[in-house]
């Protein structure tokens, strides 16, 4: 099926070193949302992006909208052992195509 | 507010048995959509329900298929199982639509093994 990509698909950091993942979309979103999964759970919604350009930030998480609203980033500052999990962008598309699909994922280790 | 219940949590069935998943949305919540999610193709849509009616479908087989009941709950059904159906099976809940802008909230899944 359709899939939006992001990269890297894997990422193995030190505990305290910085890790971003990205978040391609071919299509203009109208929004996009991000989410995490510790292993063995489930995705947990973690913030909305809206807005051309825009910032958003959650403690040592910045979320990046791109300005023409088709990429976004997840950056983490100073990784931490519970930063581990898998992360998912879910592009939500101006149409109907990108209505329900997630990114293929980015799995971050935390090495202690 | 309790949140989003999957039964069972676990289930092993043979090649061409069939299997159903329940998925108890959040209180409130009209909407539910399912996921299958396999190490190597991710979290795949397969369809959602809102308000008792299939709003959309994935790219599945018709050997999938679901339903859901006037208070939200919904279940999915399974048949003929293959050896790649073998997956964690996912239902999130939202109050609206799927694709509008509300969060998902998920279910702990069921993981289902196929032999």
């Known amino acids: 099926g359709q899939q939006v990509m992001q990269i890297p698909q894997y990422q193995h950091v030190q505990e305290g070193e910085d890790f971003t993942t990205y978040c391609n979309s071919s299509?203009?979103?109208?929004?996009i949302q991000w989410y995490k999964q510790r292993p063995g759970g489930h995705p947990v919604f973690l913030i909305q992006?809206?807005?051309?350009?825009e910032v958003k930030k959650q403690k040592r998480l910045t979320f990046q909208f791109g300005e023409a609203k088709k990429n976004s980033s997840l950056h983490i500052t100073a990784t931490q052992t519970t930063d581990v999990g898998t992360y998912f962008c879910a592009p939500r598309g101006t149409s109907g195509t990108y209505k329900y699909i997630f990114g293929t994922g980015t799995r971050l280790k935390v090495l202690a | 507010k309790a949140g989003v219940t999957q039964t069972p949590r676990y289930l092993i069935k043979t090649r061409g048995q069939q299997v159903t998943l329940s998925c108890s949305p959040i209180s409130g919540h009209r909407s539910v959509s399912w996921y299958q999610q396999t190490p190597g193709q991710g979290l795949q849509f397969l369809f959602e329900?809102?308000?008792?009616?299939?709003?959309n479908k994935g790219n599945f087989p018709g050997r999938f298929s679901g339903r859901q009941f006037s208070n939200s709950r919904s279940e999915m059904n399974v048949s003929t199982l293959e050896l790649g159906d073998s997956a964690l099976y996912l239902c999130?809940?939202?109050?609206?639509?799927?694709?509008?802008?509300?969060?998902?909230?998920f279910g702990n899944g069921t993981r289902l093994t196929v032999t």
């Open positions: 329900y809102f308000s008792e009616t299939q709003r």
């Open positions: 299509t203009t979103l109208s929004n």
């Open positions: 999130a809940s939202s109050p609206d639509s799927g694709g509008g802008n509300s969060p998902l909230h």
């Open positions: 992006l809206v807005k051309s350009g």
